[in-house]
């Protein structure tokens, strides 16, 4: 039974590219949430998708970033015009339906973005 | 705004102490609470998920417990072992569903 799975593993982008990150939750899982985690920071929530919709964006930065969850396939954490301050470690979790928030996310091991 | 903080942020003991790492958050009005594990380069493990209306999970040598009241959250790791090498982090949910983190505890058990 798979867990979250996240790729790439590893990212290098340089300056003005773009990334795009994605995220397989957990079977039977229809709730994604992602979170970043900068150097020496802790995790930060930024947004929580159910399939198609946005549910909550309240974490995401106002430009450059945006979040998707499609009916098939997996959620995608796109960013646009890297800078070097978008270096992290980006983490997707999921949790199944049911009663919701006391539904424990499970983690993928993410994807860390480097910008040259 | 929520706000969860984590001490110690770094604990070294030898193998086999029990130890006790804390967690505090500032709204009371919390869903559950979470403990996690993570390792370097790694995502994070699902430890334990406390319940608001629940004082405490066990799992093994793992006790969380939660007092919602004074805003506290303990995990309790009985005779460590180096394998419990880790950071150690709590996270709360609340309706919004999102998890908000402590900085987390580095761990380090010595053999």
């Known amino acids: 039974n798979a867990g979250v799975m996240q790729n790439p593993r590893h990212l290098v982008r340089r300056r003005g590219q773009e990334a795009r990150l994605r995220c397989s939750p957990m079977?039977?899982?229809?709730?994604v949430y992602w979170y970043r985690q900068l150097p020496e920071e802790g995790l930060k929530f930024m947004v929580y998708?159910?399939?198609?919709?946005?549910?909550?964006e309240s974490g995401m930065p106002k430009e450059r970033f945006s979040a998707e969850f499609p009916k098939e396939g997996p959620s995608i954490l796109r960013i646009q015009q890297v800078v070097r301050g978008d270096s992290a470690a980006y983490f997707c979790?999921?949790?199944?339906?049911?009663?919701?928030?006391?539904?424990?996310?499970?983690f993928g091991d993410g994807t860390r973005l480097s910008i040259l | 705004k929520q706000e969860v903080t984590q001490i110690p942020a770094a604990l070294s003991v030898p193998e086999g102490e029990n130890l006790v790492l804390n967690c505090s958050f500032t709204d009371s009005a919390i869903y559950n609470l979470q403990w996690f594990r993570q390792d370097p380069g790694k995502g994070l493990t699902s430890l334990l998920l406390?319940?608001?209306?629940?004082r405490e999970q066990t799992s093994g040598r793992l006790n969380a417990s939660l007092d919602k009241s004074s805003g506290r959250s303990t995990l309790y790791i009985a005779a460590s072992q180096p394998g419990d090498s880790a950071t150690y982090l709590c996270a709360s949910s609340g309706s919004a569903r999102q998890l908000t983190f402590g900085s987390g505890t580095q761990l380090t058990v010595l053999p």
């Open positions: 979790a999921s949790s199944p339906e049911g009663t919701g928030t006391n539904q424990p996310q499970h």
């Open positions: 406390i319940q608001s209306s629940q």
């Open positions: 079977k039977g899982h229809s709730h």
């Open positions: 998708l159910q399939k198609e919709n946005i549910i909550d």
